[in-house]
């Protein structure tokens, strides 16, 4: 099992950035495929991105590509969600996700997510 914390969450004028963690314990990270959902209020949890277990692949939501970046450290058991060029529309709950798998992808949706952190909170004013 294993256990995700997220942070870097915070208030950020539109077109602004922010750089999200995720810091997991209790079993190495590069078992696991990785992702960020969020979910904003009175809306379902969405895929925002993935990266595979290796860190080779990725994969975004298309409302993100080219503003979004994830990354990911095994060495320091650290998942990362570089955001630039924030929207308002961008505001929700930002929750890491593990699968114990190779993936995660938008197609696989949250139910195929094994593991969920707290959530960080991302608010973005225009």
């Known amino acids: 099992q294993v256990q995700l914390v997220e942070s870097g969450g915070g208030l950020v004028q539109a077109g602004g950035s922010l750089r999200l963690s995720c810091a997991a314990s209790?079993?190495?990270?590069?078992?696991?495929?990785m992702g960020w959902f969020r979910q904003a209020p009175d809306k379902e949890r969405e895929f925002v991105a993935g990266?595979?277990?290796?860190?080779?692949?990725?994969s975004y939501t298309d409302s993100v590509k080219g503003r979004f970046t994830i990354s990911r450290d095994n060495a320091k058991n650290t998942v990362y969600l570089q955001m630039n060029s924030l929207k308002p529309e961008d505001t929700a709950v930002y929750y890491c996700a593990a699968r114990t798998g190779i993936f995660i992808t938008q197609a696989m949706g949250a139910s195929a997510v094994d593991y969920w952190g707290q959530g960080t909170q991302v608010t973005v004013s225009s």
């Open positions: 990266i595979s277990r290796s860190g080779g692949s990725t």
């Open positions: 209790g079993r190495t990270l590069s078992t696991y495929a």
